[in-house]
């Protein structure tokens, strides 16, 4: 509804439409040049819909989340782990969530070199499937000599130069932030 609201075209309407009013579902009907409703009790969410109908009508769409961070608990996890759905992993480095305040990317298993965000102040990094991570020319190393294990490698800063990761199995979730101002 906010599209609708600010006067932007719909090209795709994807979800179940279970938290909409019958008035907006019209309007949403009215107004998508195409429109995929689903059922409630359904095992995605809608935004893991939403991705698949956008990949499988453009391959090689470069696809940009908005609000994907705030709401229910359960869909701001879901929305972070989005490429651990098996038809969504190979379009990860195709996926970024973004708010005012954070950018999240994804980076599958492999050396991936990371480049600044000036509007942003701090990277953390997130391994997900138990992989050995590498970070180099951060502010904070990560390397075989300091290794510790962690779920998230937060409040790292570039040094004016793009950061080297390295991973060796799983995915890579890369968190731009800067604090609230």
């Known amino acids: 509804m906010k599209l609708l609201e600010q006067g932007l075209p719909l090209d795709i309407a994807v979800g179940d439409f279970d938290s909409v009013s019958e008035t907006d579902l019209h309007q949403i009907r009215t107004q998508a040049k195409q429109v995929v409703q689903s059922v409630p009790e359904k095992n995605d969410t809608d935004l893991e819909l939403a991705l698949k109908a956008v990949f ?12 994907a961070f705030g709401g229910r608990l359960d869909h701001f996890l879901s929305n972070i782990f989005l490429p651990t759905d098996p ?26 070199e990371i480049q600044p965000d000036p509007a942003m102040s701090y990277v953390g990094f997130m391994p997900v ?9 951060a502010k904070y190393p990560l390397h075989q000599e300091n290794y510790f294990l962690k779920a998230m490698y937060g409040s790292n800063e570039f040094l004016d130069q793009p950061i080297q ?15 609230r101002g």
């Open 56 to 67: 499988e009508a453009y391959p090689d769409a470069v696809v940009t989340v908005y609000g």
């Open 87 to 112: 038809d969504l992993a190979p379009y990860m480095e195709q996926i970024q969530l973004v708010d005012g305040q954070n950018r999240l990317i994804y980076r599958p298993a492999g050396c991936h």
């Open 129 to 137: 499937g138990q992989g050995h991570l590498e970070i180099t020319g």
């Open 165 to 179: 990761v390295s991973l060796d199995r799983g995915y890579l979730v890369i968190v731009y932030s800067k604090d």
